[in-house]
């Protein structure tokens, strides 16, 4: 099944756009979740690295997607100038990193890199969290961001010169929000 997500306008570089593949697995406009459903979700999981070939997640296993998904919301909404994440929107991410192991790595040509221990998928989710801890020292992180579209919200990669971009795709996003500004400001007058 194709994915919305699978084509992103503005996709993130690197291994930072499987975290924004992952944010960008709820379509809250459509309230379509590609994770909603086990059998489902199985397919875009073990293409997306987040479970085994051949598994299929459970009921666990899909409630901490969801909540860990909308802690990544939450951060990237922070890099777009929103509000600094609650401890609530926290909880998930530090429970995932209190609770899922990693190691150190040494590859062949000498990088030393950690990697999740396990391969259940809270451990695969804490290798989406290594990713997000990569892409904060190398800066890339706070280009991740959150469209200013409330009921949209979905993330994209932030290319624009000054930084300043604010919604996930102008075409439909920037230009419906506009239009509605536009017939409000009719109205008033
Ligand atoms: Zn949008």
């Known amino acids: 099944m194709q994915w919305y997500g ?16 992952f944010i960008n697995t709820l379509d809250r406009e459509s309230g379509q979740d590609r994770l909603a459903d086990p059998a489902d979700a199985a397919e875009w999981l073990i293409a997306a690295g987040l479970l085994d070939d051949g598994a299929v997640p459970g ?13 990544l919301r939450a951060l990237v909404i922070h890099n777009t100038g929103g509000p600094a994440p609650t401890a609530a929107q926290l909880d998930p991410l530090r429970r995932l990193a209190a609770g899922a192991p990693a190691r150190l790595v040494v590859g062949d040509a000498g990088a030393v890199e950690v990697a999740p221990v396990g391969s259940s ?53 920037g230009n419906k929000l506009k239009n509605r500004e536009f017939r409000a400001r009719r109205r008033s007058r």
């Open 59 to 71: 009921r666990a296993d899909l409630a901490v997607l969801a909540e860990v998904r909308e802690s």
């Open 121 to 173: 998928v809270p451990d695969r989710l804490l290798g989406l969290l290594l990713i997000v801890a990569d892409a904060q020292r190398d800066g890339s992180w706070v280009h991740l961001k959150s469209c200013a579209n409330e009921d949209c919200r979905w993330a994209f990669y932030d290319r624009s010169r000054n930084h300043g971009g604010t919604w996930c795709d102008m075409a439909s996003c």
């Open 6 to 21: 699978d084509v992103e306008a503005k996709p993130a570089p690197g291994p930072l756009r499987r975290v924004q593949a």
